[in-house]
């Protein structure tokens, strides 16, 4: 479905919980988000009958994230109802990679795609300080495991000056002997902290950075893929990219809208409005799909963040 920009909506990001097992420093807060009772969370059902919905509007891609989407009881089942359904060609998961090395083996036998993993720092020292006690070495065993079932890789790295800026080439550098994608994402944080525009390194400085130390190769995007400027090192069996929502906004060509773990679906990641979806859940498919035709007819041109300084909870929304 195309929405009133001319923008053609094919890539839904589907929250099924705001649990998460870290509490990185620009997705949440290091107490962690107020707990929520089961009843607030939509059902496996709701959250099928929501995908049905928009696949019936045109969504071909389906990205499962949370919080952690492994830390929910149930969820390899739901993925694999998930890929049944009729029009979805793809089926993506967004995990930080702790709870991988044993979930990896299940997540393919699910049919699931493709992984994105959420990895800011490859010193141990600095992982720990982001995340606030992750485990390295946990993680890099999933990466193993992943390769090892079969799974495609692409690496989430949110570059912040002054903490992990210096490993942008180290990064990088893992793209040249594995088919993975090493993705560079600007700083945003979840809660407007003073200077934090501070820790923001510009796309076009981590362009420049890489550019000094390989020779990049631009890629063309698939009409499913998200909104990374893509480059092949060259010679490297991977890519890599730079994802720019602050310096640089990619509105005019997002595909893609988000509901929430708690039902509510969205636009756009920074935009504070959003439809409560239970209230068409409770009536069935149809109204579902109507209520999801409304969020992409009302899709803004761009977002303005910058100009509104609005914090949000990424955590609760979905990455």
Not at 107 to 113: I, M
Not at 298 to 312: D, L, N, P, V, W
Request: net charge positive; glycine share 8%; aromatic share 6%.
């Amino acid at each position: 479905m195309n929405d009133k920009h001319g923008r053609n909506i094919n890539y839904l990001r589907l929250s099924v919980t705001d649990r998460c097992n870290l509490r990185c420093c620009y997705c949440m807060p290091a107490e962690g988000v107020p707990s929520c009772s089961h009843a607030d969370i939509l059902r496996y059902e709701d959250l099928l009958c929501i995908a049905e919905a928009a696949a019936g509007l045109g969504i071909k891609k389906v990205r499962v994230t949370g919080g952690e989407p492994l830390v929910r009881k149930g969820i390899y089942s739901f993925l694999a109802e998930l890929g049944s359904i009729s029009g979805i060609s793809e089926i993506v998961v967004t995990t930080n990679g702790l709870l991988l090395q044993d979930a990896a083996p299940k997540l393919k036998s699910a049919g699931v795609d493709r992984l994105n993993v959420s990895l800011d720092s490859l010193d141990p020292r600095i992982y720990r300080r982001i995340t606030r006690g992750g485990d390295l070495e946990q993680v890099l065993a999933g990466l193993d495991a992943a390769e090892s079932a079969g799974l495609r890789l692409k690496l989430n790295m949110v570059v912040m000056r002054g903490i992990n800026d210096h490993e942008i080439e180290k990064f990088a550098a893992l793209s040249l002997e594995s088919p993975w994608s090493v993705r560079f994402i600007e700083y945003m944080p979840s809660t407007l902290e003073s200077q934090w525009q501070s820790r923001m390194v510009p796309g076009s400085e981590i362009f420049e950075n890489l550019q000094q130390r390989f020779r990049l190769l631009p890629v063309a995007k698939s009409r499913l893929c998200g909104p990374a400027r893509s480059y092949r090192i060259m010679d490297a069996v991977g890519t890599v990219g730079i994802v720019t929502p602050i310096s640089d906004h990619f509105c005019s060509d997002c595909n893609r809208i988000r509901v929430t773990s708690r039902g509510r679906a969205k636009s756009c990641l920074l935009s504070r409005k959003s439809l409560d979806l239970r209230p068409a859940l409770d009536q069935g498919l149809t109204q579902v799909r109507e209520a999801l035709s409304f969020v992409i007819n009302g899709k803004a041109h761009r977002h303005h963040f910058m100009e509104e300084q609005q914090g949000f909870q990424m955590s609760c929304i979905g990455g």
